[in-house]
């Protein structure tokens, strides 16, 4: 306990009394990390020990994101541990390090530093092998065998389809046998320039036929859609990550040059997959996407043929 000592004084009063707050004692706190854009988040997810540990755990642990995208805390605020988390979202302090120039290894030790945090206290190593992360969100669909679209990325611009692409692959897409489901999720973003990075995601004049457009679905919500899905298609973004992650066969368009696809990073793990489709914009070719989708998505079978017997003969 502590002792706090207040005094009140009027023209006829004065009076000091002493009032014990009750102070917590200092324990140990394990902290897990997750920083910058979306796709990074669910990377951090499936690859590190950090989910599985906050899935796991019967006491107390820091959350901290620190995440572009404003939405990704709901992945920890609808978790069904989410009683044992203490979340931290400081996505405004990974953005204020990073236009000081502060990255990667750096930046991440000034985040964890300004949450009260001890870097050797953060959650470390990779995750169990076979280990599939479960996501909790109050909003899941119920929905299997569809084909999720996503054609906005939510940090650069020249990763987003254009107007037109996203017409050309909606009409690909429409005639498939299957729902197909649209996800877009609009925030403001300034990017390290001090412009607007990110704004709005409007698709709502695609939806029609199989298409339906989820503009407010929660990140846990869609990562099970994800899961649950016959194929992605999309920009380079986070749903493509997550996709390659649950095995899910791949078409993804991105800008002409793209450095991850040119040097081969980390984040196109799954480009040479056989079940992969990938393409540049300048290069797409809709009847190519066609053929791919086809193997994913077949045809409905046929309907049977009624078994109607002849009437039996006059006599």
């Not at 599985?52 to 995208?69: D, F, G, M, R, Y």
């Not at 988390?85 to 990073?98: A, N, P, S, T």
């Not at 079978?301 to 017997?309: L, R």
Request: glycine share 6%; charged share 20%; hydrophobic share 40%.
């Amino acid at each position: 306990m502590v002792a706090a000592q207040t005094t009140i004084t009027d023209k006829t009063l004065h009076v000091t009394c002493s009032i014990a707050f009750p102070v917590l004692p200092q324990t140990h706190m394990q902290a897990a990390l997750f920083a910058a854009g979306l796709g990074d988040v669910i990377r951090k997810i499936y690859l590190t020990r950090s989910y599985q540990v906050l899935s796991e755990t019967t006491e107390p642990v820091k959350v901290i994101c620190a995440s572009h995208n404003p939405f990704a805390s709901e992945i920890f605020r609808f978790h069904r541990n989410a009683s044992n988390f203490i979340i931290y979202e400081l996505g405004h302090k990974y953005d204020e390090f990073l236009k000081k120039g502060l990255r990667a290894l750096e930046l991440d030790k000034a985040v964890v530093e300004f949450a009260g945090v001890k870097w050797e206290d953060r959650i470390a190593g990779k995750a169990s092998e076979g280990y599939v992360p479960q996501f909790d969100a109050p909003d899941t669909i119920d929905s299997t065998g569809h084909v999720i679209f996503q054609p906005f990325s939510g940090s650069l611009v020249s990763r987003t389809f254009s107007e037109k692409a996203i017409e050309q692959v909606a009409g690909v897409l429409q005639d498939l046998p299957c729902k197909v489901y649209l996800i877009t999720r609009s925030f403001v973003r300034m990017g390290v320039s001090g412009r607007l990075a990110h704004a709005e995601e409007n698709a709502r004049r695609f939806e029609g036929k199989n298409i339906v457009v989820m503009d407010h679905l929660s990140v846990p919500a869609t990562l099970n859609l994800v899961k649950s899905c016959s194929a992605f298609v999309g920009s380079w973004s986070s749903l493509q990550q997550a996709a390659w992650f649950e095995n899910k066969p791949v078409g993804v368009v991105y800008p002409n040059d793209w450095c991850d696809v040119v040097n081969r990073s980390d984040y196109a793990f799954g480009l040479e997959r056989p079940d992969c489709f990938h393409s540049n914009f300048k290069s797409l070719d809709l009847e190519k996407l066609k053929t791919w989708l086809a193997q994913w998505v077949p045809a409905p079978a046929p309907a049977p043929v009624p078994d109607v017997q002849s009437p039996p003969a006059a006599p």
